[in-house]
C-alpha cells in the first residue's frame, strides 16, 4: 500500500535478503532526502 507522506524506514522496512543493518540505514537516509526536498523538514 502506498500512502502520501507516510515513510516506512529504518530496520521494519530492511528486506532479509540485503543486509538489514545497510538496507534501514539507506531506507532512512531515502526518506529524510524526500523530506527535506518536499519542504517538510529543514535543517
Do not use: C, E, P
Not at 530492511?14 to 523538514?41: E, P, V, W
Amino acid at each position: 500500500m502506498n500512502r502520501k507522506g507516510l515513510y516506512l524506514v529504518g530496520d521494519i522496512a530492511a528486506r532479509k535478503k540485503f543486509g538489514a543493518i545497510a538496507t534501514a540505514f539507506n531506507s532512512s537516509y531515502q526518506a529524510m532526502r524526500d523530506m527535506l526536498h518536499k519542504g517538510y523538514i529543514t535543517v
